[in-house]
């Protein structure tokens, strides 16, 4: 596939072009609740619609783009940077957002943030993305006023090594405890994808990555609650587990600062969420996170998928 990408494209800070309408506005999250946009590649098979992604990235995105080997690896990085700008630019607060204007920073980890600017007519709304994204699934995530990371993986997900091994070199000993006694190979390997896309989410929450903060370093553990830990829309009570960390500087102490979510999406990947859980950091009650996921295609269409059977709570391996 030839995406025809167009390297000089006039920019506009806050009016659009007749060819490219406004993505449809959403109103900016609660303070407790969190947007997952995803987008399946294999269903964007239109080169005019993906030119016209073009036109929304930077000079310097264009460019890395077209510097990756293989139509699939620009099709896909094209993709992540559309969903991105697209997302950002629904939650509009007293002017429209172009999407082709907004500007990206990186903190010292490599976690990217927006860089608004600021001016006496646009107040930038509060807000914080993360994006994930697999060969299949391409997935972003807002929030407002609270840190968030988010992991995606195929359920499908073959590893070239042995799981307990691979385990052994970057899980703590609970966790490679946990795996081992899994007889069953297929659950085993469900398991240990589940635990890395937490693990991963937490992290990037965290601002930072994996050679910053190496996932030995602290421990995910499940355990029955008598609290829903987040909600989706048409879903009555969540099943899933309640997510807990441990530290391996600080062992015994469980930390539920963070609010997690783990899900199945789409039937066929895990999606983990990851956000600052700031009621328990005031020292305030505790209240479930809202979840409400949608399936785009940037400027063709937009489907809340929450309550539906394309997204399922699931539950983690609780030690006996």
């Given at each position: 596939m030839k995406l025809n990408l167009k390297m000089n494209i006039r920019c506009c800070q806050r009016n659009f072009s007749s060819a490219l309408p406004p993505?449809?506005?959403?109103?900016?999250?609660?303070?407790?609740?969190?947007h997952f946009w995803y987008i399946l590649p294999d269903e964007v098979k239109s080169v005019a619609l993906l030119n016209r992604?073009?036109?929304?990235?930077?000079?310097?995105?264009?460019?890395?783009?077209?510097?990756?080997?293989?139509?699939?690896?620009?099709?896909?990085?094209?993709?992540?940077?559309?969903?991105?700008?697209?997302?950002?630019?629904?939650?509009?607060?007293n002017c429209e957002i172009n999407p082709r204007s907004l500007k990206f920073r990186?903190?010292?980890?490599?976690?990217?943030?927006?860089?608004?600017?600021?001016?006496?007519?646009?107040?930038?709304?509060?807000?914080?993305?993360?994006?994930?994204?697999?060969?299949?699934?391409?997935?972003?995530?807002?929030?407002?006023?609270?840190?968030?990371?988010?992991?995606?993986e195929e359920k499908q997900r073959k590893l070239k090594n042995d799981i307990i091994a691979f385990a052994q070199r970057y899980f703590s000993p609970y966790?490679?405890?946990?795996?081992?006694?899994?007889?069953?190979?297929?659950?085993?390997?469900?398991?240990?994808?589940k635990l890395w896309t937490l693990k991963e989410a937490y992290v990037k929450a965290l601002g930072k990555g994996f050679s910053a903060m190496p996932f030995k370093t602290f421990t995910i553990q499940f355990r029955t609650s008598t609290l829903r830990c987040f909600h989706?829309?048409?879903?009555?009570?969540?099943?899933?587990?309640?997510?807990?960390?441990e530290s391996s500087n600080d062992?015994?102490?469980?930390?539920?600062?963070?609010?997690?979510?783990?899900?199945?999406?789409a039937g066929s990947h895990y999606a983990a969420i990851c956000v600052e859980n700031d009621e328990i950091v005031r020292g305030e009650s505790n209240t479930p996170m809202k979840l409400t996921v949608r399936k785009t295609i940037p400027f063709v269409e937009d489907v809340c998928v929450s309550g539906t059977d394309a997204v399922l709570p699931l539950r983690g391996i609780?030690?006996?």
């Open positions: 993505p449809v506005p959403i109103q900016l999250p609660s303070p407790r609740e969190t992604y073009s036109e929304l990235l930077s000079p310097c995105e264009r460019e890395n783009v077209n510097r990756m080997s293989g139509d699939q690896l620009k099709k896909r990085a094209l993709l992540a940077r559309a969903l991105v700008r697209t997302t950002i630019a629904r939650y509009q607060t990186k903190n010292i980890y490599g976690k990217p943030e927006v860089e608004w600017h600021k001016d006496d007519n646009f107040s930038p709304p509060p807000l914080h993305f993360n994006i994930s994204h697999t060969p299949s699934m391409i997935a972003c995530s807002v929030t407002i006023n609270a840190p968030i990371g988010i992991d995606v966790e490679v405890k946990l795996l081992t006694s899994i007889s069953d190979p297929e659950v085993r390997r469900q398991e240990f994808i989706l829309p048409g879903n009555s009570v969540s099943k899933a587990s309640e997510v807990i960390v062992p015994g102490n469980l930390t539920n600062n963070c609010l997690f979510a783990l899900l199945e999406v609780i030690e006996q």
